[in-house]
């Protein structure tokens, strides 16, 4: 009888996992959140685009790429319309609604200041009389978004107009993650008139994301996904082309 049972488990097992494989997995990114996910000359690239690819590629299922604005990611996620979308910040609530797989990788959620500034940040009491600016929709830190004594400046759409209103002197301090903060400024050629303040507010986990609903999914991505962490030299290569 155990034996009967252990080879309809197995059937089974068989089954459901050919069952994933045969249908097309459809990924969604931020259209504009390099080095990590964005859209150059009609392709995705970006540092989770490319991990992603080589684990979907590993798994060998039917994939698509594609970018949308950051709060269409969330409503198509929220909705069970993609597979996966990229590329989630940690967050208590989000592990509770989605199914979080990874890390991917992690960054520094840093603030950017113009090169001659003497702003200074230790605790984020020291930026209270200063202008900051954000990206609308962006889930920043809970400190952060907690802080109502701060001046958040929220209008900004992405990471270029940020820096570029940091230039301007619209507002006195921008915040973002550095790696993509650091793209942006190299990209506009404007890296020489721009520092990152030396104390990072957190490092932070960035993850894929899977709508409950993909449970089957999420388990086989996350095993594949460990599998090319493990091979350090191939994952680090992955990251290393983007600085």
């Given at each position: 009888m155990k034996i009967m049972l252990i080879k309809v488990i197995l059937f089974l097992s068989v089954l459901l996992s050919g069952f994933v494989?045969?249908?097309?997995?459809?990924?969604?990114?931020?259209?504009s959140f390099p080095p990590y996910v964005y859209e150059e000359n009609g392709q995705v690239k970006g540092i989770h685009a490319d991990i992603v690819r080589v684990v979907l590629d590993r798994l060998k299922v039917d994939y698509e790429i594609k970018t949308y604005p950051w709060k269409r990611v969330i409503s198509m996620t929220d909705n069970n319309k993609i597979t996966l979308?990229?590329?989630?910040?940690?967050?208590?609530?989000?592990?509770?609604?989605?199914?979080?797989v990874g890390p991917l990788q992690y960054g520094r959620t840093?603030?950017?200041?113009?090169?001659?500034?003497g702003i200074e940040f230790n605790t984020l009491k020291d930026l209270s009389n200063y202008k900051i600016g954000t990206i609308s929709g962006y889930s920043y830190t809970k400190e952060f978004e907690e802080a109502d004594f701060l001046d958040k400046h929220p209008a900004t759409i992405d990471n270029a107009t940020l820096i570029s209103k940091l230039l301007k002197g619209r507002v006195d301090v921008i915040i973002g993650d550095q790696s993509t903060l650091e793209f942006e400024a190299k990209k506009l050629r404007m890296s020489h008139r721009i520092k990152i303040l030396a104390n990072p507010?957190?490092?932070?986990?960035?993850?894929?994301?899977?709508?409950?609903?993909k449970a089957k999914q999420a388990a086989l991505f996350s095993n594949a996904l460990n599998e090319l962490k493990f091979d350090q030299a191939r994952y680090q290569s992955i990251i290393d082309q983007y600085r």
């Amino acid at each position: 009888m155990k034996i009967m049972l252990i080879k309809v488990i197995l059937f089974l097992s068989v089954l459901l996992s050919g069952f994933v494989h045969s249908e097309k997995w459809l990924v969604a990114g931020d259209v504009s959140f390099p080095p990590y996910v964005y859209e150059e000359n009609g392709q995705v690239k970006g540092i989770h685009a490319d991990i992603v690819r080589v684990v979907l590629d590993r798994l060998k299922v039917d994939y698509e790429i594609k970018t949308y604005p950051w709060k269409r990611v969330i409503s198509m996620t929220d909705n069970n319309k993609i597979t996966l979308s990229l590329s989630w910040v940690e967050k208590r609530e989000r592990f509770q609604k989605y199914l979080m797989v990874g890390p991917l990788q992690y960054g520094r959620t840093v603030f950017m200041v113009k090169k001659d500034s003497g702003i200074e940040f230790n605790t984020l009491k020291d930026l209270s009389n200063y202008k900051i600016g954000t990206i609308s929709g962006y889930s920043y830190t809970k400190e952060f978004e907690e802080a109502d004594f701060l001046d958040k400046h929220p209008a900004t759409i992405d990471n270029a107009t940020l820096i570029s209103k940091l230039l301007k002197g619209r507002v006195d301090v921008i915040i973002g993650d550095q790696s993509t903060l650091e793209f942006e400024a190299k990209k506009l050629r404007m890296s020489h008139r721009i520092k990152i303040l030396a104390n990072p507010l957190k490092v932070v986990s960035r993850y894929a994301v899977f709508p409950r609903e993909k449970a089957k999914q999420a388990a086989l991505f996350s095993n594949a996904l460990n599998e090319l962490k493990f091979d350090q030299a191939r994952y680090q290569s992955i990251i290393d082309q983007y600085r």
